[in-house]
Every structure is written in C-alpha cells, then in structure tokens.
C-alpha cells in the first residue's frame, strides 16, 4: 500500500521507529500476528525500506509504518534519513497525518552510546518539538529471560529506563513536551494494549521535516535531522583524523 493512496487518509497511522535491531519488526508482527514484517536475527539488518502493515481495531484499520533504523548494516545514516524523508514528505503531500509514534530503544542497552544518542538527536530533530505529545518511547527485552526471571537484572533494568525517562537529553525532554515512556511487556496483549493507547490519544502530526522540506522546500542537508547526521559525521572524521596524528 503506498502513502499516496487516498484509502488511508481519516485512517489512523502510526510509525515505527527506532535504531536496528531495537525490535520494530517484531512488534508489528506480534501487533499483526503476520510473517510479513523481516525480522533481524543476525548481523545484517532486514528493514531497508520503509513499509505498512494493517491491522484491523475496533470498527477501523490502524496502518503500522515500518522504517529503517539509523546504524543499518546495508545503508548509511545519511541514505536511512532519505528514505524517511522521503516517505514522510509524500505522505504529507497525500494528506495523510502521523497519528502517533513509537520510538524503540532495547533495555538491554547497558548504557546509550554515542551511536544510540545520535540515532535519538535525529529522531528529535526529525519530528521537532511540536510532535513530541504524539510520541511513545518504548522500551524493549523485557522478556528475555535475563530480565524476565532474574530479579536483580530486572531492578537494574527498571533503573535504567528511570535513567532514560529523567535525561532530558535521552527522553527527558519528549516527556517534558508531552510524550510518554513504556516498557513493552512479554505478550501479544501488552502490544495491542499500546496500539489501542495511542489511537485512543490519537494524534494529527506534522512533522518538523515535513515542513521543512514540503512546505520550506529545504534540502536534506538543511533540515535540522540532516544538520545533526552532518555534526555527527563531522565529529566522527575529527576524531579519526586525531587517532592518525
């Protein structure tokens, strides 16, 4: 199904985010109940476009936007951002509204490095803060049995999502504007219990860079996402050209 089709306008969608491998895939098809989202199970990521999955609700249809994380080991940062670039600016042109967004981070994470921090700088800068109230950040792992059955690996875990929620420049700020943080819980249930929370506080989004670039017409580059990935490179060839000092 493609963003253009008028069938979805008055429909309600929701993107998926978040870095490879945080578990988009597999939260659409336990929300589906389909094999039609790849799963990555191993070092190569499987997301590497941007796709839709529906799923029926109540009397309606709530479409799920699967897209490619930042750190994908078949695309570049720069070549991710187009593709969601892309597809949200003719998604915008087509009349369609975001409805709401969930952005996955692993829990297993012992800490947010600097690939993750970035992956989440241009995620903020992608949807700006006038989008952050239709945002969902979740949480993932919590059923792995390290976590699930071991009581101190829980608490630690527990702490950690404490430690993103209170870090404004983790979720901190997108709580602050509005947002909310939840752990994704062991079970089909739990997963449809979001989905039916984010229709219900249903959202009509536009998005930073779907102003910049359909309404400012601004380049890529331009766009406060594509300035972060451009620092961020910047950063990373200083540093190397420091190692080979």
Not at 13 to 30: D, E, L, N, W
Not at 70 to 78: A, G, K, Y
Not at 98 to 122: C, K, N, P, V
Not at 185 to 213: K, S, T, Y
Request: aromatic share 4%.
């Amino acid at each position: 199904m493609g963003c253009g089709q008028s069938t979805i306008q008055g429909e309600a969608v929701i993107a998926v985010m978040g870095m490879t491998g945080s578990g988009k895939s597999s939260f659409i098809q336990r929300v589906s109940k389909k094999q039609t989202a790849a799963v990555g199970h191993g070092l190569q990521s499987d997301t590497s476009a941007v796709s839709l999955h529906t799923v029926h609700r109540g009397n309606g249809r709530v479409h799920l936007v699967d897209t490619p994380g930042f750190d994908n080991s078949r695309l570049s940062d720069v070549e991710v951002l187009k593709l969601l670039a892309f597809w949200l600016s003719m998604a915008y042109s087509a009349g369609i509204r975001i409805g709401g967004i969930i952005y996955m981070q692993r829990i297993t994470d012992l800490r947010m490095s600097g690939t993750s921090l970035r992956s989440l700088e241009a995620f903020k800068q992608l949807c700006g803060p006038d989008a952050f109230p239709g945002i969902t950040f979740l949480t993932t792992g919590w059923d792995i049995p390290v976590i699930s059955r071991d009581g101190h690996a829980r608490a630690a875990a527990q702490q950690r999502q404490a430690e993103l929620e209170n870090t404004p420049r983790c979720v901190g700020d997108i709580l602050a504007g509005g947002g909310a943080a939840m752990a994704l819980l062991p079970g089909r249930e739990a997963a449809l219990a979001l989905v039916d929370a984010i229709i219900r506080r249903r959202h009509n989004l536009v998005l930073r860079i779907q102003v910049e670039m359909t309404v400012g017409s601004a380049a890529l580059g331009e766009t406060g996402a594509g300035r972060t990935l451009r620092e961020a490179h910047r950063r990373d060839m200083a540093r190397a050209a420091e190692l080979d000092a």
